[in-house]
């Protein structure tokens, strides 16, 4: 990785969202935040899968002639092992433990830090927040960034169960909507002692 060209490619990326790129003379960022973000930008950089230029260019070394139309002839054992060298750079691409998340399922929301209960999901309902204090005031107020990851269905009803102080109704949740039905059913029927 060429630390200059990324870090060319990563003060363009932070001008790009209208903010400010300013160093000390030891190179490091005057932003906390910024300079966080040049770690982040760095270690991902050195997980990430090289593009197919790198592949053709690592077959190209390999012994090769051309035919008679210009086109060039590789031995295939070497251009299954490159492919397979290949195959487990990008297996490392995402390390062990972590998940892969499309761009647009991050999203955030903005919520009051001491009743955490009033939240916003765009800068453009920030006024909404803002209603819980004075003109002279300051609020404490934290963004949250999240991957949605999976959305995954469930049916819920109320269920009778029995506990150590007798019965009760409890909130469960189940895979099926039929599931769910029987366990309505269940609950209306009279128990048979």
Known sequence: MDVQKEREAFEDWVKSK??????FSDG???????DKEWSAWQAAKAQAVPDLGELQERIAG???????????????DDVVKEI?????WKAQAVPEGFVLVPKENISCFWQDNDEPE??????????????????DQIM?????TQAHISTEKFFG?????ETSYGTRWKFELFKSE????????EAQEPAND
């Open 28 to 34: 490091s960022y005057k932003s906390m935040t910024l």
């Open 84 to 88: 397979s060298g290949f195959d487990s």
């Open 157 to 161: 009803v109320w269920k009778l169960i």
């Open 62 to 76: 390999h012994q090769y002639y051309h035919d008679e139309h210009g086109h060039m002839i590789v031995d295939m």
């Open 18 to 23: 209208g903010r400010v790129v300013e160093r």
């Open 118 to 135: 009033n939240f916003c999901n765009s800068s453009n309902d920030w006024d909404c927040l803002g209603d819980g204090i004075e003109k």
């Open 140 to 144: 404490i107020v934290n963004k949250h």
């Open 178 to 185: 039929f599931e769910a039905k029987q366990a309505m059913i």
